[in-house]
């Protein structure tokens, strides 16, 4: 499968507790994308990376939230004291370039305790 | 700040039947319109894009500047059409949204047989 793969696909955690995802996008795809989503909504944009460059975050993406690309290929996600908030869908995406065309991942769904 | 509304949560229609999913954005400047789907159990993807003005699986969709309004049409509903349908949009490659999509809340489409 050459599409876009996040690891795990699902996380319990408890409340306090630190996690991480991971994203592999498509690999000729130097756009990646971050983006959350809630029952019920659409997804919400977190974070955009170009290559290894961290060029836009939301205002959604708390202190508590980093991510990080260090060579320009895969991305983590980490949040850190989890909150029931936190509990969502977490998506990624990749694209060739800065477009709304975009290659989803099948999410990693976060469930805190 | 760019707003994407699906004013419809749930559309249910019988097989054959002509279906239109409505959007409606805002937005001061040209944004670029997306429609993303989701079939059950599969990831979020690209349906179609109003640049390209293609049918895609006979979904078509135009962008109406002076209603602001990008709706998703087809004229003959299937079954197989049954998912949920986001509408979404990016700034234009001047701004500087990198690419960044705003969803709207999604409806979910239901094709009776």
């Known amino acids: 499968d050459t599409g876009v793969s996040q690891n795990p696909r699902h996380k319990i955690t408890k409340r306090g507790q630190n996690v991480t995802f991971r994203c592999d996008p498509i690999s000729e795809h130097n756009r990646l994308y971050w983006y959350r989503q809630t029952l019920g909504q659409g997804p919400e944009f977190l974070t955009y990376?170009?290559?290894?460059?961290?060029?836009?975050k939301s205002r959604l993406l708390s202190d508590r939230f980093s991510a990080e690309r260090p060579k320009g290929s895969f991305s983590t996600l980490e949040i850190q004291r989890t909150e029931q908030g936190d509990s969502a869908m977490y998506l990624c995406?990749?694209?060739?370039?800065?477009?709304?065309?975009?290659?989803f991942g099948p999410g990693t769904r976060l469930t805190v305790l | 700040a760019q707003r994407v509304t699906q004013p419809e949560k749930l559309l249910s229609v019988f097989k054959g039947a002509p279906v239109e999913l409505k959007c409606n954005y805002s937005?001061?400047?040209?944004?670029?319109l997306f429609w993303y789907v989701q079939y059950s159990r599969q990831r979020l993807q690209l349906l179609l894009r109003?640049?390209s003005r293609e049918s895609i699986k006979g979904f078509t969709a135009d962008l109406n500047k002076g209603e602001t309004s990008f709706h998703l049409k087809k004229p003959f509903a299937q079954e197989e059409d049954s998912a949920m349908y986001y509408c979404?949009?990016?700034?234009?490659?001047?701004?500087?949204?990198?690419?960044?999509?705003?969803f709207g809340q999604g409806t979910i489409l239901t094709v009776h047989p």
């Open positions: 995406a990749s694209s060739r370039r800065a477009s709304g065309e975009q290659f």
């Open positions: 937005y001061s400047g040209s944004p670029e």
């Open positions: 990376f170009q290559n290894e460059a961290q060029l836009e």
């Open positions: 109003h640049i």
């Open positions: 979404a949009l990016v700034v234009n490659a001047g701004g500087t949204s990198y690419g960044k999509l705003t």
